[in-house]
């Protein structure tokens, strides 16, 4: 019925206009008209007004551009996206039903179905991006580090830094009774793991989480807290913090304001490891299967848009717009178009420094999500040991590939995407060792790879 009502709307006037010229005339252009708007053939969808939630990150784009570029609109779909003020206001704001979605950190609907923090059955059919994130250090830091830094034929940094790097830092900052703080966006972002991968990669303790202390800072030799990711680059300005792990433009900000310099994207850190997800709770894609399916395949649309090259410079001009990121053009624009920039003037090729579509980027494997239940475990949010069943049987409750691939059929009968962009998985990546230690990671042992590290709790197989 909304589907006709919505072909109706653009029927109705050409008809009416060309009556008077004749009815077969008149016929003859509904019959075009209609071929022309029912291309995409919208499903009965059961809540067409919609309210989504963001934070100004450049990740968030799939969102402002499923809006922008009518992919919504061409789904029956009357979306709102409305910027939000912290993650934990994002989350709180879904699973109290003030919002129908959210553009969300992977590891929060993992953390609410796995019990650290507030607890929720909340689902995610689509993977928003890949890679996106960098870490930043001051420019006081980065000046003692520079030393320790290997430097090519042209005397530049060689790229990826480790850790390393920062060790004498750290220490010649504790010998003068200065705690070394660094910021990372959430307890259970991809940056606070992203950080201390990096960290402990090198035999710097980032600190546990027990029972009773959820700060994740016992035996730390780097103090880890909650900066929200635009308040960045001013709390680093301030001293407050000494670096930290935050997804873009906010590291290219820093080096914009020249007070900092990004010394690690998560690119090094793991290769084209997946960052945002888009969450609805369990209870809303029950109530509305099909207006679940058919936001996922809008976000699909943009996430393909987003990735033809050709596209990148509007979709910088999109998010320049305060409604969405709301940063300078030229900041975007250094990680947006297949450059980063580190050091002022040290700009790099990055091609897939933000991805949104290809490596089957939209689609939520069930290994993504095990990585981060073996670091939840791993630096102890999740306080006990648990069973490699465990790990499979809880993500397979959030992560939804079977709405993904409903989503996907219908874009592959649309003529949308090809065929050969849907994957044959069972939903596991091979194991990987594209790590910047070079740890092997098998999501289907989960339990080995905890064991593998020596910085971190250790479990019985």
């Given amino acids: 019925m909304k589907s006709l009502f919505k072909k109706s709307t653009y029927i109705l006037p050409v008809a009416m206009l060309l009556f008077a010229c004749g009815g077969k005339e008149a016929k003859k252009a509904t019959t075009v008209v209609e071929a022309t708007v029912s291309k995409t053939k919208t499903l009965a969808i059961e809540k067409p007004q919609l309210t989504f939630g963001f934070i100004k990150l450049t990740d968030m784009a799939p969102l402002a551009i499923a809006k922008e570029k009518g992919f919504f609109e061409d789904e029956g779909l009357f979306v709102s996206v409305e910027a939000q003020s912290n993650w934990k206001n994002i989350l709180d704001r879904v699973i109290d039903g003030q919002l129908d979605g959210s553009h969300m950190l992977a590891g929060q609907p993992i953390a609410a179905g796995a019990g650290f923090g507030r607890q929720a059955k909340l689902v995610t059919a689509f ?40 060790k004498p830092v750290i220490t010649e900052y ?5 705690p070394f703080k660094m910021g990372m966006v959430f307890p259970v972002s991809t940056h606070n793991y992203e950080i201390r991968y990096w960290l ?8 546990m989480y027990t029972k009773e202390n959820v700060q994740g800072q016992i035996d730390a030799e780097v103090l880890l807290s909650v900066t929200p990711p635009p308040q960045m680059p ?18 290219q900000q820093a080096v914009f304001k020249g007070i900092g310099v990004p010394v690690v994207t998560n690119y090094d850190i793991w290769k084209n490891n997946p960052e945002k997800v888009f969450v609805m709770t369990e209870k809303f894609v029950n109530e ?16 393909k848009w987003l990735d033809k090259p050709e596209n990148r410079k509007e979709a910088v001009q999109i998010l320049s717009m305060s409604q969405y990121v709301g940063a300078p053009v030229e900041v975007l624009a250094n990680s947006m178009t297949g450059t980063f920039e580190f050091e002022k003037g040290d700009k790099r090729e990055m091609e897939d420094f933000n ?13 993504d999500g095990i990585w981060f239940l073996t670091q939840m475990r791993r630096w102890g949010q999740i306080p006990d040991a648990k069973t490699a069943d465990w790990y499979a049987s809880t993500i397979k409750d959030i992560y939804r590939p079977d709405i993904w691939k ?35 990671y098998d999501a289907k042992d989960p339990i080995g790879y905890i064991n593998s590290f020596k910085i971190g709790n250790k479990d019985k197989k």
Avoid: Q
Wanted: charged share 20%; glycine share 8%; net charge neutral.
């Fill in 355 to 367: 991805v949104f579509y290809k490596y089957n980027a939209t689609y939520p494997f069930y290994s």
């Fill in 288 to 303: 509305n299967p099909n207006t679940a399916i058919a936001v996922t395949k809008a976000l699909i649309r943009a996430g």
């Fill in 200 to 207: 402990a990669a090198a035999g710097i303790n980032p600190g």
């Fill in 127 to 166: 993977s928003m991006d890949l890679n996106g994130n960098a870490i930043t250090v001051s420019n006081d830091v980065w000046s003692k580090m520079k030393p320790h830094v290997a430097k090519d034929k042209d005397g530049k940094p060689v790229h990826p830094i480790k850790a390393e790097a920062l």
């Fill in 174 to 178: 504790r010998n003068s009774g200065k």
């Fill in 406 to 440: 409903k989503a996907a059929a219908l874009l592959v009968a649309e003529g949308n995407i090809p065929a050969t962009d849907i994957p044959t998985t069972d939903g596991y990546k091979p194991a990987t060792a594209d790590f910047i230690d070079g740890t092997m």
């Fill in 234 to 251: 001013a709390t680093l300005e301030a001293g407050t913090i000494h670096g930290y792990c935050v997804g873009e433009p906010w590291n």
